[in-house]
């Protein structure tokens, strides 16, 4: 049974710090491994999509890394800002269910200090 | 146009009422899902509807009813909730199932169940 856990639970940087928030996940059948941001009692943001064939995904700040293999993923902000303070969630789409479950970490929680 | 949006934000309704809570999406996707939220804990799937089908319904109990009028509309359906019902609950879409498929989330809409 897939199950996916991030680390760390909670963070708290200063402003401008770059940051690594992980996500590992045991079984390395997946389609793709997505990450997303939420915001308190919102709903959730895409911020990146990796393939399973996919290394790693940038966008602006942003870049995402996979190791399909040892069933890694990781998530790295550039310059950290207050605007990110969020919850952030790395889910798996597991190729052996049929391709519509997505299975999700239970997120980091970030707060940056101005 | 990159938006899932939810009908009402926020529902707060009695163990014997019956309520619907809505879900559209304009992007031409073809499956589109229901989870549900607790505080401070990862989604948790409900129903999938690929093709306006239910494809999954994971053992969600008979109060929770979903339909899926065409391909750009997903109603829930609730009766009979209780208290511990009460959570966000999200609806998302994805253009199908698989390996490119990237989920976009709505807002979410906020169920009290008295």
């Known amino acids: 049974k897939q199950e996916v856990t991030q680390i760390p639970a909670a963070l708290s940087v200063p402003e401008g710090e770059n940051l690594v928030l992980n996500c590992s996940f045991t079984?390395?059948?997946?389609?793709?491994l997505q990450w997303f941001r939420q915001d308190p009692g919102k709903g959730l943001t895409s911020l990146l999509l990796i393939q399973s064939s996919q290394r790693e995904q940038t966008s602006g700040r942003l870049n995402a890394s996979l190791d399909k293999s040892s069933g890694r993923s990781t998530l790295y902000i550039a310059a950290s800002q207050p605007g990110d303070s969020a919850t952030y969630l790395c889910a798996v789409r597991p190729s052996n269910t049929g391709g519509f479950k997505t299975i999700f970490g239970a997120g980091t929680r970030l707060f940056v200090k101005a | 146009d990159t938006e899932v949006t939810q009908t009402p934000k926020h529902l707060v309704m009695g163990m014997t009422n019956k309520k619907s809570l809505k879900c559209e999406q304009h992007?031409?996707?073809?499956?589109m899902y229901w989870y549900k939220q607790k505080a401070k804990k990862p989604p948790e799937l409900m129903f999938v509807?690929?093709?306006?089908?239910?494809?999954i319904n994971e053992s969600v109990p008979s109060r929770f009813s979903p339909e899926c009028p065409n391909s750009s509309l997903l109603n829930l359906h609730l009766h009979a909730l209780q208290p511990e019902d009460s959570a966000l609950y999200l609806c998302?879409?994805?253009?199908?199932?698989?390996?490119?498929?990237?989920?976009?989330f709505g807002p979410g809409t906020r169920l009290t169940v008295l």
């Open positions: 998302a879409s994805s253009q199908g199932q698989g390996p490119y498929n990237e989920q976009f």
């Open positions: 992007m031409g996707h073809r499956a």
């Open positions: 509807y690929s093709y306006e089908k239910l494809s």
């Open positions: 079984d390395s059948a997946i389609y793709n």
